[in-house]
């Protein structure tokens, strides 16, 4: 039985009855190989969809990388703000703190109560706005507009119940 490496299938518009006889001879397959050649043939066909599923296979595995590379760089971006996070954890925790202590010596030597609230709810708000609102005093021009921009947006609730 012949091997059949390399086969090239070619479509002709022979009609097993009506094309003469020495045109069918020349392109008929020789005894025992159609099956071989159809088997190959599907083998091929196989291979090439396998090939093709591997790929798109490849392709999804791709964008999925992707997508978990560009969230561990987003993460890894995020965890440069860290130190900061803590740092203004632990000046708003010193605030708190004072007040409270400020609270409760007032509260000591017999103030009312919603006195005592009030100045406590006044003095985290004073501390909390001191800095930004000197540094909008200190800065000048675009400075001054860029900062005022943000503040706006860190502090202003808008359509929220505050």
């Given at each position: 039985?012949?091997?059949?490496?390399?086969?090239s299938?070619?479509?002709?518009?022979?009609?097993?009855?009506?094309?003469?006889?020495?045109?069918?001879?020349?392109?008929?397959?020789?005894?025992?190989?159609?099956?071989?050649?159809?088997?190959?043939?599907?083998?091929?066909?196989?291979?090439?969809?396998?090939?093709?599923?591997?790929?798109?296979?490849?392709?999804?595995?791709?964008?999925?990388?992707?997508?978990?590379?560009?969230?561990?760089?987003?993460?890894?971006?995020?965890?440069?703000?860290?130190?900061?996070?803590?740092?203004?954890?632990?000046?708003?925790?010193?605030?708190?703190?004072?007040?409270?202590?400020?609270?409760?010596?007032?509260?000591?030597?017999?103030?009312?109560?919603?006195?005592?609230?009030?100045?406590?709810?006044?003095g985290?708000?004073?501390?909390?706005?001191?800095?930004?609102?000197?540094?909008?005093?200190?800065?000048?021009g675009?400075?001054?507009?860029?900062?005022?921009?943000?503040?706006?947006?860190?502090?202003?609730?808008?359509?929220?119940?505050?």
């Amino acid at each position: 039985m012949p091997r059949l490496h390399n086969v090239s299938i070619l479509a002709l518009g022979l009609n097993h009855t009506t094309a003469p006889l020495d045109m069918r001879a020349r392109f008929a397959l020789p005894a025992g190989t159609l099956a071989p050649a159809l088997q190959a043939i599907s083998k091929r066909v196989r291979r090439s969809a396998e090939s093709e599923q591997r790929r798109d296979a490849v392709v999804q595995a791709e964008a999925i990388v992707e997508h978990g590379v560009h969230g561990f760089v987003q993460w890894l971006d995020r965890r440069g703000n860290v130190p900061l996070i803590q740092a203004l954890q632990r000046q708003a925790d010193e605030w708190r703190c004072a007040e409270i202590a400020r609270a409760r010596r007032a509260l000591a030597r017999g103030e009312a109560v919603d006195d005592v609230l009030l100045a406590l709810s006044r003095g985290v708000a004073r501390k909390m706005l001191h800095g930004p609102l000197a540094e909008l005093h200190a800065t000048d021009g675009a400075g001054r507009e860029a900062l005022g921009r943000t503040l706006e947006r860190l502090f202003l609730a808008r359509g929220s119940a505050h």
